[in-house]
């Protein structure tokens, strides 16, 4: 489904194309609005805007369009009389002289009076949006602290709290402010509480700012350099089950929150009322696996040496074995035969 990033992205694509221009055709593909099309076609569009995942379309005669694109919805904009090749049912659209605005599927669609965006049952009960750039770290901590109790694993996809958010801006938020989706506001300080607010707005925005990419700018370019594939580098846990976890090595799983998949480092993000582990719980054959890959090619990569960090900050924790292996991979970094590449 696309979250508040994706759909910003699709309004500002159809601003670009429509807005300031008169719909010279307006067309619903439901047959509850029919008569809404020849209503509107003629008027001027006023403007294109998200708000989190509804997507608003205002026009001169002082309506707005509200489009939820649910699961399927996707917008197209193409040049007047072209047409994307798609099965998919036409259900908005908005022709201009030179444009054509074509949202497509299985889509929520509702005509209402602009001053009256607010009485409308989800506009108006929707809580704040990061990708508002008047929306600040201290709106989003008040909306969290509005509810104590809820699980932020389920807060987080609530609308009603921040809007915008889904399922792979959860995942990524709260291993960024490493919180296990269990926890509640009540079970987070202060600071914590603080950092989850700034990391909202941080996330969200980067992945609007980069189409949707939610990992650490420098782990990106790292691993982009090392010719990993765009899945690789998208997200530092989010569809990402067993995977090294980017901050301590420790293995990312998979488990259900809220009833949706969810992607976490055991270790960076405790259960609320567990201590913290305090060495990286990596294994032996994990580390071998690790010389492995490092020794294999002759180069070590920025984000296998932060595992070597992390490992070597353990440094006490670790067995006999553990320590020859990095050791080893000391000596070869000492004697140049491992280099350090981008
Ligand atoms: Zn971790």
């Given at each position: 489904?696309?979250?508040?990033?994706?759909?910003?992205?699709?309004?500002?694509?159809?601003?670009?194309?429509?807005?300031?221009?008169?719909?010279?055709?307006?067309?619903?593909?439901?047959?509850?609005?029919?008569?809404?099309?020849?209503?509107?076609?003629?008027?001027?569009?006023?403007?294109?805007?998200?708000?989190?995942?509804?997507?608003?379309?205002?026009?001169?005669?002082?309506?707005?369009?509200?489009?939820?694109?649910?699961?399927?919805?996707r917008?197209h904009?193409?040049?007047?009389?072209?047409?994307p090749r798609t099965r998919r049912?036409?259900?908005?659209?908005?022709?201009?002289?030179?444009?054509?605005?074509?949202?497509y599927?299985?889509?929520?669609?509702?005509?209402?009076?602009?001053?009256?965006?607010?009485?409308?049952?989800?506009?108006?009960?929707?809580?704040?949006?990061?990708?508002?750039?008047?929306?600040?770290?201290?709106?989003?901590?008040?909306?969290?602290?509005?509810?104590?109790?809820?699980?932020?694993?389920?807060?987080?996809?609530?609308?009603?709290?921040?809007?915008?958010?889904?399922?792979?801006?959860?995942?990524?938020?709260?291993?960024?402010?490493?919180?296990?989706?269990?926890?509640?506001?009540?079970?987070?300080?202060?600071?914590?509480?603080?950092?989850?607010?700034?990391?909202?707005?941080?996330?969200?925005?980067?992945?609007?700012?980069?189409?949707?990419?939610?990992?650490?700018?420098?782990?990106?370019?790292?691993?982009?350099?090392?010719?990993?594939?765009?899945?690789?580098?998208?997200?530092?846990?989010?569809?990402?089950?067993?995977?090294?976890?980017?901050?301590?090595?420790?293995?990312?799983?998979?488990?259900?929150?809220?009833?949706?998949?969810?992607?976490?480092?055991?270790?960076?993000?405790?259960?609320?009322?567990?201590?913290?582990?305090?060495?990286?719980?990596?294994?032996?054959?994990?580390?071998?696996?690790?010389?492995?890959?490092?020794?294999?090619?002759?180069?070590?990569?920025?984000?296998?040496?932060?595992?070597?960090?992390?490992?070597?900050?353990?440094?006490?924790?670790?067995?006999?074995?553990?320590?020859?292996?990095?050791?080893?991979?000391?000596?070869?970094?000492?004697?140049?035969?491992?280099?350090?590449?981008?």
């Amino acid at each position: 489904m696309p979250e508040g990033p994706e759909i910003h992205r699709a309004a500002d694509r159809v601003r670009r194309a429509i807005a300031g221009q008169v719909a010279e055709e307006v067309f619903f593909g439901q047959s509850h609005l029919e008569e809404e099309g020849p209503r509107l076609s003629g008027s001027e569009v006023i403007g294109v805007e998200a708000r989190g995942k509804a997507l608003l379309t205002t026009f001169s005669t002082g309506d707005t369009v509200y489009c939820h694109s649910l699961l399927y919805g996707r917008w197209h904009v193409r040049r007047r009389g072209s047409w994307p090749r798609t099965r998919r049912r036409l259900r908005f659209a908005v022709h201009t002289a030179k444009h054509s605005a074509l949202l497509y599927s299985a889509s929520e669609i509702d005509v209402l009076p602009s001053h009256a965006l607010h009485a409308h049952p989800f506009v108006g009960r929707m809580g704040p949006d990061p990708l508002d750039p008047t929306c600040t770290d201290d709106d989003i901590l008040r909306a969290i602290e509005r509810h104590p109790r809820k699980r932020l694993g389920a807060l987080l996809l609530d609308q009603r709290s921040v809007a915008g958010l889904g399922n792979y801006l959860r995942s990524e938020i709260l291993f960024a402010a490493q919180i296990h989706p269990e926890s509640r506001p009540l079970d987070c300080d202060e600071t914590t509480l603080r950092s989850l607010a700034h990391c909202i707005v941080e996330i969200t925005r980067q992945a609007y700012a980069t189409g949707g990419i939610t990992l650490d700018p420098d782990l990106v370019a790292s691993r982009k350099a090392s010719g990993l594939p765009r899945r690789r580098y998208r997200h530092a846990v989010f569809a990402a089950a067993g995977q090294p976890c980017p901050r301590c090595g420790d293995v990312i799983a998979r488990v259900e929150s809220a009833g949706r998949r969810f992607y976490l480092c055991a270790h960076c993000q405790p259960r609320p009322g567990s201590a913290k582990l305090t060495t990286t719980p990596m294994s032996d054959d994990d580390i071998a696996k690790l010389v492995e890959e490092i020794t294999a090619d002759g180069k070590l990569t920025r984000s296998e040496l932060k595992r070597l960090d992390t490992l070597m900050l353990a440094d006490g924790k670790l067995t006999v074995e553990e320590r020859e292996h990095i050791d080893r991979l000391l000596t070869l970094i000492g004697t140049g035969e491992l280099v350090v590449v981008d």
